[in-house]
Nanobody, 124 residues
Framework: QVHMVESGGGLVQAGGSLRLSCAATGRTLSFYSVAWFRQAPGKEREFVAAVSRGDNFTVYANSVKGRFTISRDNAKNTVYLQLNTLKIEDTAVYYC?????????????????WGHGTQVTVSS
């Protein structure tokens, strides 16, 4: 049984940084593309970043490009999302998810295992 757990969220001032972690049991993350999505209050869940399996190609939403970085630590079976220069509009619940697709995809439909999310709140 696959179990995904996000951690590292919290309350931070605008301009600050956080590092989110996505750990998995029952699934070796290096064999999967892994993505981060987020959902702000009253809004639909949206794609944030993803890393492909194999070549570790990364892709980002335009709204976070240059500020967020996705990375893997295969020894720890964990994927990270480094959030820098945070903005108030980054406030959301952040979810990680895995896909068997070789190339990272932007669509939520491509992902078959999800965590329960971690809250990121950015204050002014």
């Amino acid at each position: 049984q696959v179990h995904m757990v996000e951690s590292g969220g919290g309350l931070v001032q605008a301009g600050g940084s956080l590092r989110l972690s996505c750990a998995a049991t029952g699934r070796t993350l290096s064999f999967y593309s892994v993505a981060w999505f987020r959902q702000a209050p009253g809004k639909e869940r949206e794609f944030v970043a993803a890393v492909s399996r194999g070549d570790n190609f990364t892709v980002y939403a335009n709204s976070v490009k240059g500020r967020f970085t996705i990375s893997r630590d295969n020894a720890k079976n964990t994927v990270y999302l480094q959030l820098n220069t945070l903005k108030i509009e980054d406030t959301a619940v952040y979810y990680c998810a895995t896909s068997p697709q070789i190339q990272a995809r932007l669509s939520q439909r491509e992902y078959d295992a999800w965590g329960h999310g971690t809250q990121v709140t950015v204050s002014s």
